[in-house]
């Protein structure tokens, strides 16, 4: 009898135990599936310090080119355009920013805003100039005008049918600007295999 009452008790020993773990593993992992996004938010803000430090390295270039108050006016150019986004004042300030401060890095900002409120062959046009012209400047943010810019026209060519541009594209971005991002700080790689998937 007592051997019974010790195999009893064993054996609910033993489903506790089983119990226990499988409340633990489940607790493992709704912490792992909380963590993993966390995990996600700090590569995401470590990734942009980097960027942010070379748009900064590239502002440093343009403050030892022009006088605080071009840089001034440029930034004024360039609030316009985000202000009146679309409008033709802002296309006047961008073109006028791009005129004045050719060699700035906010010139490379300023016809991707061009490229942005246009359309077809003038978008390309545009796209590609930031490529050509303007490939290492950078937003405050961190994006850089030339990942973003083979990133946008590559989407053009994929909309267009044309997908050998379109891919050749982007695979120079997944060759030569891995860590290039977009405005909300998503990896442009990243999109681009999405983009595949759907």
């Not at 997908?163 to 982007?170: G, H, Q």
Request: net charge neutral; proline share 2%; with cysteine.
């Amino acid at each position: 009898m007592q051997n019974r009452i010790i195999a009893g008790i064993l054996m609910l020993a033993v489903a506790a135990s089983l119990l226990l773990f499988a409340l633990l593993a489940r607790r493992v992992t709704q912490l792992e599936q909380l963590v993993e996004p966390l995990k996600a938010q700090m590569a995401m803000e470590t990734r942009q310090k980097a960027l942010r430090e070379k748009f900064m390295q590239r502002y440093a270039q343009d403050r030892q080119k022009y006088t605080p108050d071009q840089l001034s006016d440029a930034e004024n150019l360039m609030r316009i355009g985000d202000q009146k986004w679309g409008s033709p004042e802002a296309i006047e300030a961008c073109q006028t920013m791009v005129k004045k401060y050719p060699g700035s890095d906010r010139a490379g900002c300023a016809v991707l805003y061009l490229a942005d409120m246009s359309k077809g062959d003038e978008r390309a046009k545009y796209l590609q100039d930031c490529i050509d012209q303007y490939n290492d400047c950078f937003y405050g943010d961190g994006v850089q005008v030339g990942a973003y810019a083979r990133y946008l026209l590559a989407g053009d060519y994929q909309s267009n049918g044309e997908t050998e541009k379109a891919k050749a594209l982007y695979d120079e971005i997944k060759a030569k600007y891995a860590d290039a991002i977009d405005h909300s700080g998503k990896l442009l790689v990243e999109s681009i295999e999405a983009g595949k998937k759907n």
